[in-house]
């Protein structure tokens, strides 16, 4: 649903390199992003000697969630800076919900390598100049350990 004011993300259309130094560190994963999602990759769970360190596990799901954003943030950003004759104003991420996929991006997925499966379609609304941009951001796990 909507994200809390802590979760709401602030990003330009276009990309700077003072953008990408001054503020892209900054950047917070919202919370409910692949929220259930078991982001664990397969030379994790090979070993169950893992489960000896749960912070160190937490960190790498971390690490990886925070990963998968930064992506989907940057593709975002490929399609906004072309609205920019409209709207120069900043960007806000107002909205992720879980989506049910698209029969489009459905059809598309058959197309995917038999190792390659989708672990979660969320719908995401962009504050473009009071106007709801929507986006169907799509995650995949790529065999055992590529996201």
Known sequence: GDLTPEDRVEFPAFRSQQWIKSDFDKLRCPSVMMEGVDLQPAFMTNFPSVNLY??????????????????????????????????????????????????????????????????????????????GAHYEVRFYKEGGDGF
């Open 54 to 131: 749960p912070g160190k596990v937490k960190q790498v799901r971390e690490q990886i969630r925070f990963a998968l954003f930064r992506q989907a943030l940057f593709k975002i950003q490929n399609v906004e800076v072309t609205y920019m004759d409209e709207c120069r104003d900043t960007r806000v991420l107002q909205r992720m919900v879980q989506g049910r996929g698209s029969i489009s991006a459905s059809l598309l997925d058959l197309r995917n390598p038999k190792d390659v499966e989708l672990i979660r379609d969320e719908l995401w609304t962009i504050d473009r100049c009071g106007q």
